[in-house]
């Protein structure tokens, strides 16, 4: 993706995260945008670490503006990267199903970390309370994950198709039976 794409995806998630979430919640659980998206970008894309500076800061951007201590959101998020890019050499990520195990994996991890930072800086949270509440931040964020997926695979195919600057209407052309899409000339007078 590129850098502007992203920048935009993170912004819009970051509003989206302050603002429309909190309309759907369910017993006051829904789910993390940021770290849907992080996920999502950093399993999908080869380059996918380049987003750690935009996500670590639109989460402290968030962390400003919703939590309880600056930075908690943000150190999570990338120990989350940092796991996502260690299990990603291993899995095969043309497919959805290792984005959603990896996510249904890398969430509870997120929740803990977070929870283990925030205990350590006073907050009376019990680890209990914390675990109660993951199977639903689980299932809200694998299915945002599961969105997400579609339209990223649609642009990581086309990013393919260019970087092998093959020409697939010459191969529809010499295949039997394959019509080729009728390509506009451009008539300059």
Known sequence: MTLRTTVILYVAAT???MTAVTLIRVAGIG???ILCLTIAMTFMFNNGYKVAPIAVICALFLDVGTAQ???VG???VFVVMGIILLVRTQLNVDN?????AVGAVVTPVYGIVYWLIMHILGNPMSFFYMLWHQPFYI???????AILYWPMRKRLEAIQRKA???DYDLLADMTPGVQSIPQEENAES
């Open 15 to 17: 509003l989206l995260q």
């Open 31 to 33: 789910p993390n945008l």
């Open 69 to 71: 201590y600056i930075g």
């Open 74 to 76: 943000a150190f999570s």
């Open 96 to 100: 959805i199903h290792p984005l959603l």
């Open 139 to 145: 299932l809200y964020n694998l299915v945002v994950i």
């Open 164 to 166: 092998d600057q093959y």
